[in-house]
């Protein structure tokens, strides 16, 4: 089995774009079970990897972690970057940022409390 390059994986989730918010009918279970395992509950800053068009994101901001708390998403995809940050736009503290999560993360060590993928 051939791993798609970035360059490759941007592209398909390019072209996917909103219909990604479609795709319940085999997301929804797993990302249900997730949130189960997720104790975010005393998270001060979380970074989530792949954070697509922000679905998961408004969850977390709005209703798993408390208010306040600082959240950023990475997507290798502007396009789901523009879609999470159009989602999360009355977020306080909530952003979104294009970047591949195989280099180097954009933040200082130990700046990150709880990390989601
Ligand atoms: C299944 S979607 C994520 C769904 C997301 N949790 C949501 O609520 O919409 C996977 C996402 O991972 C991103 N992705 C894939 N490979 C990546 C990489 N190497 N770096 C950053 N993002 C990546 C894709 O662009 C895509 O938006």
Same mark, same amino acid.
């Given at each position: !089995?051939?791993? &798609?390059?970035?360059?490759?994986?941007?592209?398909?989730?390019?072209?996917?774009? *909103? +219909?990604?918010?479609?795709? @319940?009918?085999?997301?929804?279970?797993? &990302?249900?079970?997730?949130?189960? =395992? !997720?104790?975010?509950?005393?998270?001060?800053?979380?970074?989530? &990897? $792949?954070? $697509?068009? $922000?679905? /998961?994101? =408004?969850e977390i901001v709005t209703e798993l972690t408390p208010a306040g708390?600082?959240?950023l998403g990475l997507d290798v995809s502007p396009v789901m970057v523009? /879609? *999470?940050?159009? +989602? /999360?736009? =009355?977020? @306080?503290?909530?952003?979104?940022?294009?970047?591949?999560?195989? *280099?180097?993360?954009? /933040? *200082?060590? $130990?700046?990150?409390?709880?990390?989601?993928?």
């Amino acid at each position: !089995m051939r791993l &798609l390059s970035r360059d490759e994986v941007r592209s398909v989730y390019d072209a996917f774009g *909103a +219909r990604q918010d479609s795709q @319940g009918w085999y997301e929804d279970v797993p &990302l249900a079970e997730l949130k189960e =395992h !997720m104790r975010f509950q005393d998270a001060e800053f979380v970074l989530e &990897l $792949g954070s $697509g068009t $922000g679905k /998961l994101a =408004h969850e977390i901001v709005t209703e798993l972690t408390p208010a306040g708390t600082n959240y950023l998403g990475l997507d290798v995809s502007p396009v789901m970057v523009n /879609l *999470a940050r159009n +989602r /999360l736009r =009355h977020c @306080g503290n909530a952003f979104a940022v294009v970047g591949d999560v195989r *280099a180097p993360l954009p /933040l *200082a060590d $130990g700046s990150v409390s709880h990390v989601v993928a």
